[in-house]
């Protein structure tokens, strides 16, 4: 029996390039010859091969491959589902394998974060244990930016394009709105623990007056009086301040931020930490505030896409190809920075078991000494992965992202009931 | 005594391309010769006037202008200040009409919305009363699309592309997290008493199964039985729902949304409207939840601007420069439509004092008859709208929206205070 069909597959959340690993997985494979037979991906993540819910991307031209590749989203679904330990759950195991091998999966490519490159050590372990051929590799991707290994994470670099001008925009406008009773904006982004995304707010400014005068990273404690003060000589300064608030951000007891005692009731009131530092803020100074949620949108925005990270995207894809091609199985496709000024980066196979279930967080050196704001060594770090315009079509004022007909792949195996 | 000097100013809610109107005001009267002096603009509004707080333009080289006409926010600072009326405040008028004659002014073109264009009927008139030679004309601009009179309001149009885009765009995320479990998405968007913003969301979709699902707009009070049903066979059908929810939409007994009751504990929690629906929804079905709140980035997004609105918003601050030397007083520059499919629209005058204060709402036409969603009618008419795509330069991975140093004009007054 010769497994040699490749299987791809999209996991957690998800960005504005993944569709662009995604078809440089198919095209690579496709460019492979006969080493490589069906290219199939699994529908959301995991949960599609534990259902056998298959699509065959033969159907997709080239033309549309090129579309996706401007499309956020991801085309095949994703899932938050982790795999049990092979110890815990050796069914669940003997499933994935049962549907490997019903499809001759010889290649399996699963695109995400943390989680998934767990899935791949895991995986990688048991066709081993098993003696099924299998090649297993991690495509990176995540806009928190928290994977261990690389120089950054595909997905990243665009979400921080979009927060990076959402903040230089809006304060633009908080610009003309300064009054001399004063004027808070909060933004808050996401990063439950590592605060990359807010600090890629500081690539708005160029000088200290410039939005974003305040970052609030999980990094870093929550100070409220130091917080406070740096607000109220702001607003003295300039008549409004602009701060960044991660959705991670912690009290110094440890208790997030996002739930926050009322003090004059007793009450617990629930919203996001932006809301919380808003509120804070009004209810210290009386000043105006107001709070922006990008949530969804900043991780979504394909027609702000970073010109940086679609290449690295792509590259991630191909390399991934590649890499199975040569057997370098249980790896992860990483990013390396070889140079910062002018940004220059190649690719390399790092283990997936060093990297699954680590976060790595903003470090020391990236904060300002006070806390609250980066340091230029983190804007030197974070500039070159926002950099360049990659834009799809737009059609009617809107851009294009064409929907895709998925091909399903019959089915062979029995149903499958997730324990 | 000659009055022949024009004096600009911006007032309330900053929008993408109130600067394209104002750089097209100062190119206008740049080029109608002797007939205009000195082209001032004060700074925040009508509080630069009282204020005798004013810069001359004349700094601005052609190159700063153009580079003006592609950045958000508001040059010269804007106000939320209403003048009181004649009969209540003479003094307040007195003070206007000193620093109009100490710097010469015979033009004062007013750039903002319902408050402004009162602000011209009045200045209109208290300077007919006392026989100052004042041609007075109010240049829209409101993101909320309320003006009466017009067909649209500048800045509108790159507001509404900016939410389409987004929910557009977060439905592609969406779209691939779907699950059993059920995901319910809900985006809040400006407008406290007029829908046009949540309606224009309804342009991201092409069919019935396309985010948008549902839109609430604050035309339609909120019945939340048919709301929670229309949820519900939404993610029955599809996994997930995504949802608009404009700002100000009322319950059936006309209290705002974003007052919500905690009915398990008799508390009172405060939260945007979006917040509110998502909490609702949460709490009945079980759904995971997620809402976002653009805020300020809808009206500040410089880079998404709409070509018709860019279009629209320099053709009123030409225009408005035109009718002021026709001796055209106490007017708004209206936008008039004379064909939907292609859009084709004209500039014409319409009364201030016929605006000031109205609020142009959704009409019932534009509402599909369940009231949980826009018709083909609104489709058709808010389309054309957000055509077209205009864009800054981009530097560094960032839109350039330079800073420009403002030459103020010597006082010749003494120093107001404001009653």
Known sequence: MNHQNLLYAQSGGMTAVINASAASVIEAARAAGPAIGRIYAARHGILGVLDEDLVDTASFSAADLEALAHSPGGVFGACRFDLDTIADNPAQFERVFEVFAAHRIGYFLYNGGNGSMDAVAKLSQAARARNYPLVCIGVPKTVDNDLEGTDCSPGFGSAAKYVAIAMLEAGRDLDAMASRTGRVFVMEVMGRNAGWLAAATALASEGPDDPPHLIL???VPL????????????????GYCAITVSEGIRHLDGTPVMQQADDRKGHVQLGGAGQCIS??????????????????????AGHLV??????????????????????????????????????????????????????????????????????ELARVHLRPLIEGEVRPAFRNGLPVYPRFQLEPVAKRLPAYRRS
Do not use: C
Not at 228 to 236: G, I, M, N, P
Not at 279 to 300: C, E, M, N, V
């Open 279 to 300: 509120r804070l803020i009004q209810t210290t100074f009386g000043y105006k505030s107001h709070w922006a949620i990008p949530d969804y949108l900043q991780r979504a």
């Open 306 to 375: 970073s010109g940086t990270d679609h290449a690295q995207a792509r590259a991630v894809g191909h390399a991934a190809v590649a890499f199975a091609l040569d057997g370098i199985d249980g790896a992860m496709v990483a990013i390396q920075r070889t140079a910062d000024e002018p940004y220059q980066w190649t690719v390399r196979a790092v283990p997936a078991a060093d990297i699954a279930n680590l976060e790595r967080r903003v470090p020391a050196a990236f904060i300002r000494e006070d806390g609250l704001q980066v340091s």
């Open 223 to 238: 100070d409220e009086t130091r917080l406070l003060a740096a607000v109220r000589a702001t607003v003295e300064r300039l």
């Open 217 to 219: 990273l999980p990094e």
